[in-house]
């Protein structure tokens, strides 16, 4: 690669650039993967590796860096974790046959063999076990946006419909790490990496999914509308470009119907920390404090259910019914998780294995998952009192008898990630593959007794016999010894003259080594040749394994519930048509982790919401709790319609359709938009959305901007929950002023989160109580946080004086009460006036006074006025 004019491996390495586009292209030279020019500079910053130079082009040097291709897994999935895309170019001949083809200096013939993104991925080492890795593409037709999400490491696929403006919400629920739309799409997503517009077309997606299935038509598999079906055509189109048309796994789609799932934005998402926590970390999140899952698939699945957790009665009642038997009988319980817990990944080996990167190991975990399934069935099969849906999972579970059985046979226990040295067919099985291998196993005791042979010959004791890649097997002995074998007639010849050692060849062993070579070559082919059979009838019972893997995720989900139940005393949910909520003694199950940690206890509280009831105003001092609480009973009732038990002693739920949640914006700082107006676009979808079914926790919406201004917001919007929603809603505010809307709103009840302030220093109970709050305590948690004492007490000064400004001009909301709509609010409480003094006095008991404390009091009374 030198001079000015490009050689010729520039030429084909530039052309193969061109096709890999904006992926970095991983060329293949020898053990290693080369990138050159951009792709080098970026892959070594990422990488953290050396950045060197090879030859020139057009007069510059070459920036390059390598990776070894054995430990290339490493440094892709670095690379597709910092957002890169890499376009894998193989060679596709060896050298001997490029100098075959072309004469001495012919290029090897090099091509892209695969491109690997984020969606794409099947590798064991570049997955995480307990995550789902989402690929999903979006189209629109004629003014919906289908959906095409699949799974490829297990094959799942589902396909789905909804208006543009769901767009975004339906996204957030799949989680993808890729995503594809069609080019200039006005409404494709910013994260969408754009496809050619003509691969996104009804017909084809139709045509490709029946050619992918084998059916002359779709009916068999649900109803698809023309938009679901476009977006499948682009899914495929993609899978198709990537994997340079070699397919991978995909089952049967599944259509997903808008509604039959608790519909949640992202805003809801986030706030719930449902997957991830607002830092983006497993740890912490709703998930991460549910899961006892001992299958990686299991884990999937749980993540699944809770992101879209179901709205109809009889699906989750199976669930529910599953994880009650399972809590009931503790030790049936841990006898079915000891033995998931050993469980292979079954869906995903089968993934790699149809995508044609499985490895015997792939084909042995298959195996043994498989017939572990199989035990799992026979163990459960007896019992009279199997939950329905455990029923109706049993049979996928067993019926792999004949694979299972050829399996045994086929491969050794412990089948390796290579195949390149073999031996991973198991002996017995091919009597031709046995006796390749008694050849070479006799061949090598030949050469071990040739070993003891030639010692015996020369006298040279520290003679061996030894093997590599490049001599093959050749005679050592050390440098000072070696004359004797030197002379013309010792039978011996010279091959190599090391350092300290001489290695020498001899008939016999060239003998025995070619004997070796040969059985070992034809020994390969053999188990190459039985390898392919395998992956074949795998691939042909690719939808029933896919089943099994599908039902032992289930089941263990299912125990995995159960445990984390038993373990903190959950309850079952008892979940109807109605319109109630009402949750006794519920928890926030993170919080309660975190505060258990810390070795304290958390405070349970109810929640009770009806028609006749369903908007609480919760105040109360900041950090006493409100946040707490306004989420633990969204949880409880998105854990509940996930099919799970609940953090609560008891727990009544009316079936929710959406669920909202919203925090006020200067919570949010970091997301970096204005965040009011975050704060309002967020609450405008709430009102837009919102019915009488929903479940909506605003906190503390509207302080993202001026008293004034968010007071009269947070107003407007309770009012219009209350009156136009009808939703059943909890809203955490410090503006007392809101209490007055109990005069006009008469399904809106007021609560706060106790404090008391004991010997001048605030304690926060975190108990939900009735009634409005009575103060702020701003004050006093500013103490509590650690201000110091001198701003504290200029703050209270500052307060003083604007409390009676406050008395006499009838406050922040004086005058809300002229309103015609708000004619019937009655006068304002007046606020309580309460300072150090009068704290202090109401303590007293006059009557227990001795003359002395008396005079003591005075005392302290007098300092407290100072
Ligand atoms: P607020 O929204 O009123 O400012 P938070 O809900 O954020 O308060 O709670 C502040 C802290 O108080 C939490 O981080 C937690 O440590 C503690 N806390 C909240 N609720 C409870 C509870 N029910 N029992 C015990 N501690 C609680």
């Not at 497993?282 to 299958?295: E, F, H, I």
């Not at 061996?464 to 000072?480: D, Q, S």
């Not at 939808?543 to 445990?563: C, K, M, S, W, Y």
């Amino acid at each position: 690669m030198s001079g000015s004019s490009a050689s010729p491996m520039m030429v084909q390495y530039l052309a193969l650039k061109e096709q890999a586009e904006d992926c970095l292209l991983f060329y293949r030279m020898g053990d290693f993967f080369e990138l050159f020019f951009d792709d080098a500079r970026l892959a070594a910053q990422v990488l953290d590796i050396a950045l060197t130079s090879r030859g020139e082009h057009m007069g510059l040097p070459i920036p390059m860096c390598g990776v070894p291709v054995h430990s290339a897994e490493g440094y892709l999935a670095r690379l597709i974790k910092a957002g890169c895309r890499v376009a894998i170019a193989e060679q596709i001949e060896t050298p001997e046959e490029a100098k075959r083809r072309g004469g001495s200096k012919a290029l090897v013939a090099r091509d892209i063999v695969r491109f690997v993104t984020a969606g794409t991925l099947t590798e064991e080492a570049l997955l995480e076990p307990r995550r789902a890795n989402v690929l999903a593409a979006v189209c629109e037709v004629r003014g919906q946006c289908g959906i095409a999400a699949c799974d490829i490491s297990t094959g799942r696929m589902e396909l789905e419909e909804c208006a543009p403006d769901r767009l975004s919400a339906a996204l957030a629920r799949l989680g993808a790490s890729e995503l594809v739309a069609p080019e200039q799409w006005d409404l494709a997503p910013a994260a969408a990496m754009p496809r050619p517009a003509r691969e996104f077309g009804s017909d084809q997606g139709e045509a490709r999914l029946k050619a992918v299935h084998g059916v002359a038509t779709l009916d068999g598999f649900g109803m698809f509308s023309r938009a679901m079906l476009a977006a499948a055509g682009g899914l495929i189109a993609y899978l198709d470009h990537v994997g340079r048309g070699k397919l991978p796994l995909l089952l049967p789609p599944v259509a997903r119907s808008g509604d039959a799932h608790l519909a949640m934005d992202e805003a809801t998402r986030a706030s719930l920390e449902i997957l991830v926590t607002s830092q983006g970390s497993r740890k912490g999140s709703l998930v991460d404090a549910l899961d006892r899952c001992v299958t990686g698939a299991g884990a999937r699945l749980l993540a699944e259910d809770l992101s879209a957790p179901l709205t109809d009665l009889t699906l989750i009642e199976a669930r529910l019914e599953l994880v009650q038997w399972l809590h009931d009988d503790p030790l049936l319980r841990a006898d079915l998780r000891t033995v998931l817990r050993a469980l292979p990944d079954l869906g995903r080996a089968l993934g790699r294995v149809v995508a044609g990167r499985g490895s015997p190991r792939d084909l042995g975990q298959l195996r043994d998952g498989l017939t572990e399934a199989r035990r799992i069935h026979d163990f459960l099969l007896p019992r009279t009192d199997l939950p329905e849906l455990l029923r109706t999972l049993l049979p996928s579970l067993a019926g792999h008898g004949a694979l299972c059985d050829h399996f045994a046979r086929a491969l050794v226990p412990s089948p390796p990630t290579e195949r390149g040295q073999g031996g991973y067919i198991a002996e017995d099985y091919d009597a031709a593959l046995d006796e390749l291998r008694r050849i070479s196993g006799d061949a090598r005791r030949a050469i071990a007794a040739l070993e003891t042979k030639y010692r015996d010959q020369t006298g040279i004791v520290a003679l061996k016999i030894r093997h590599n890649g490049v001599l093959g097997y050749f005679i050592e002995v050390p440098a000072g010894r070696a004359d004797a074998l030197m002379a013309p007639d010792s039978g011996f010849t010279h091959r190599q003259t090391m350092a300290g050692a001489v290695r020498f060849n001899a008939v016999a062993l060239h003998e025995e080594a070619s004997r070796i070579a040969q059985a070992g070559g034809h020994a390969l082919a053999a188990e190459e040749a039985h390898f392919e059979q395998l992956v074949a009838e795998a691939i042909a019972a690719r939808h029933a394994i896919a089943a099994t893997a599908q039902a032992l995720a289930r089941i263990d989900v299912a125990a995995g519930q159960a445990e984390r139940a038993a373990e903190s005393g959950w309850s079952r949910p008892a979940i109807s048509a109605g319109l109630a909520l009402e949750i006794e003694q519920g928890r926030h199950p993170v919080v309660e982790a975190a505060l258990a940690a810390k070795g304290e206890r958390f405070v349970a509280n109810d929640c009770r919401l009806a028609s006749h009831d369903r908007l609480w105003l919760v105040g109360g001092p900041n950090m006493g709790g409100k946040s707490t609480f306004l989420r633990q009973n969204a949880l409880i009732v998105l854990l509940a319609q996930a099919g799970g038990f609940v953090p609560a002693a008891r727990a009544r739920i009316g079936l929710v359709d959406r669920l909202f949640s919203r925090v006020g914006a200067s919570d949010n700082l970091a997301r970096g938009r204005s965040t009011f107006m975050v704060e309002m676009v967020e609450t405008a979808a709430i009102l837009a959305q919102a019915s009488e079914r929903s479940f909506v926790i605003l906190d503390e919406v509207g302080r993202g901007t001026s008293t004034y201004d968010g007071l009269a917001l947070a107003w407007a919007v309770v009012e219009a929950v209350h009156g136009v929603n009808r939703s059943r809603c909890l809203f955490a505010t410090h503006y007392h002023e809101l209490a007055r809307l109990a005069d006009s709103c008469e399904a809106l009840s007021l609560h706060h989160v106790r404090a008391r302030e004991w010997k001048g220093e605030l304690v926060l109970l975190h108990e939900v109580a009735e009634g409005p709050a009575d103060r702020s305590y701003g004050l006093a948690v500013a103490k509590l946080a650690g201000v110091p004492a001198p701003v504290v007490a200029r703050a209270k000064a500052v307060l003083d004086k604007l409390e009676k400004g406050r008395a006499e001009t009838g406050g922040l909301a004086a005058g809300l009460g002229d309103l015609p709509l708000f004619a019937a609010t009655a006068a304002a409480a007046s606020e309580p006036e309460v300072d150090a003094l009068r704290a202090r006095l109401a303590e007293v008991d006059v009557d227990a006074l001795s003359p002395r404390d008396a005079l003591e009091l005075v005392y302290a009374l007098k300092h407290l006025a100072e």
